[in-house]
């Protein structure tokens, strides 16, 4: 039985931030390899301003010469909000050999609890905590209050970049470099593309 990890996001843009994130969980948590999941209509986010193809495009330029790494289209092709328990579902059936590992920062862990069926998910996938650059790791009763059991937690506390594509999306519109930030194949993209330009 392989172990997968899903990471789930909009990725307007992928970023190396998510790139860190799946590299510490798949150390911390001893993964085989890593679904980067983009969602068609997030319950918790506003919309994205790249399409959904736009999105995808990205993460799989975002990927490229990671072989442990994969891009999956399956929120995409669903209609209707992105839960995530309905993207566990579906994974489970088509690969119901492999172990299911939920990746998340602390900021989306933090709202796990209101979420769309949070005991269904627990069920389905270990949950998988990346702390965020900057924060301080959740205690066991933070854990708690959000309704995540320690004992199907993996709390990774490995120091990713402070990179979020909100500040990417704002450095464009405002013409400041993104290098650095994105691989050189997503910001060759978004020029190409003339993405987030103001």
């Not at 001893?30 to 995808?56: K, M, T």
Request: proline share 8%; hydrophobic share 40%; with cysteine.
């Amino acid at each position: 039985m392989s172990k997968i990890g899903l990471l789930g996001g909009t990725f307007d843009p992928f970023h190396f931030g998510h790139l860190a994130a799946a590299d510490a969980a798949v150390d911390c948590a001893d993964l085989d390899r890593v679904l980067f999941i983009p969602a068609a209509q997030p319950p918790h986010r506003p919309p994205a301003i790249a399409s959904p193809e736009q999105r995808l495009e990205m993460c799989h330029l975002g990927i490229q010469g990671e072989p442990r790494f994969e891009v999956s289209d399956v929120e995409l092709k669903r209609a209707g909000p992105s839960y995530t328990v309905d993207t566990l579902r579906e994974i489970q059936r088509r690969q119901p050999e492999e172990e299911l590992f939920l990746i998340l920062g602390w900021d989306a862990a933090r709202l796990f609890s209101s979420w769309h069926e949070p005991e269904k998910v627990r069920e389905l996938a270990t949950i998988v905590v990346v702390a965020r650059p900057g924060g301080a790791a959740p205690r066991q009763e933070e854990l708690k209050g959000v309704g995540l059991d320690k004992a199907r937690v993996v709390l990774c506390l490995t120091t990713t970049p402070d990179v979020s594509a909100s500040e990417i999306r704002k450095a464009v519109a405002a013409g400041q470099p993104i290098t650095g930030k994105v691989s050189k194949a997503v910001e060759r993209y978004i020029g190409e593309h003339r993405l987030y330009a103001g």
